[in-house]
């Protein structure tokens, strides 16, 4: 026999997953929990993302490292995921949340295209983002806040576009290149030296490499390629042609050549 509860459940439905969700089941929403007094639990923190265009595209890389205060919570922590096919978002603050996000993000997302039955406009994923983060500013003020970085093709202006948010879900689009996390400040400054307009893809990624190397260097929370245990940033590419996560091997070879290429130099900072 058919289950009774789904006729009321579809008629609630529209095309926001979140806002069914909210309206039928509001305690499976990761951003509507209730914290006991107090300071906030220790949790994982994802760090440092950055983000660029490049000619016919946009890029994203994260590094691997989670940290809980000063102790390494995970080397293996992956902060850039699909969104879609043809966008991708990356994680700073408190990872568990963070990781519920997205994955609400990217059902939003598909729960759209199933119910419109065409893709929403790059636009359009940044603002339901947006919502999604201020959904979670109560958990915000209490210490786990959850700072995206999202990116993707705009058919449209045929171009790729960046986007990064304030805790408030407020959206705000950045030009060429941004990073947020704990090592963003170090990662930024990278990227003003190296980054240039119309960058191929492969040096779009090598930009990425060397910024996160960059911020490695200085920022404890943020780890740095590992040629011992074989950990390479997490890179993303998106272009007309849809999302491409960028082989482990062309990583190695990049973040080998940029290590060679500074002991070679012999410099100290």
Do not use: C
């Amino acid at each position: 026999m058919q289950d009774p509860s789904i006729g009321p459940l579809a008629k609630q439905a529209t095309s926001s997953f979140t806002e069914h969700l909210q309206r039928s089941r509001p305690e499976l929403l990761p951003f509507n929990q209730t914290l006991p007094a107090g300071a906030a639990p220790a949790a994982p923190h994802a760090t440092t993302i950055v983000a660029m265009t490049y000619a016919g595209g946009v890029l994203m890389a994260g590094d691997r490292r989670a940290t809980m205060g000063n102790v390494i919570a995970s080397r293996h922590i992956e902060k850039v995921f699909p969104a879609d096919q043809y966008s991708v978002l990356g994680i700073a603050g408190t990872a568990g949340l963070a990781i519920d996000i997205t994955r609400l993000f990217q059902v939003e997302l598909e729960h759209y295209e199933k119910i419109e039955g065409t893709l929403l406009s790059l636009v359009g994923k940044a603002n339901r983002l947006g919502a999604m983060i201020r959904g979670n500013l109560p958990m915000a003020m209490q210490g786990m806040a959850v700072i995206p970085l999202f990116a993707g093709f705009d058919h449209g202006s045929a171009t790729g576009r960046l986007f990064s948010y304030d805790l408030t879900g407020g959206r705000y689009e950045e030009y060429e290149h941004h990073s947020v996390g704990s090592g963003s400040i170090f990662a930024r400054g990278a990227l003003k030296k190296l980054w240039r307009p119309n960058l191929s893809e492969d040096e779009a990624v090598a930009v990425a490499v060397e910024s996160l190397y960059d911020a490695a260097d200085d920022d404890s929370a943020t780890g740095g390629p590992d040629p011992v245990r074989q950990l390479w940033p997490v890179v993303y590419a998106v272009n007309r042609a849809g999302h491409r996560r960028i082989p482990e091997r062309e990583l190695a070879a990049i973040s080998a050549a940029i290590v060679e290429s500074r002991a070679i130099a012999g410099r100290e900072a």
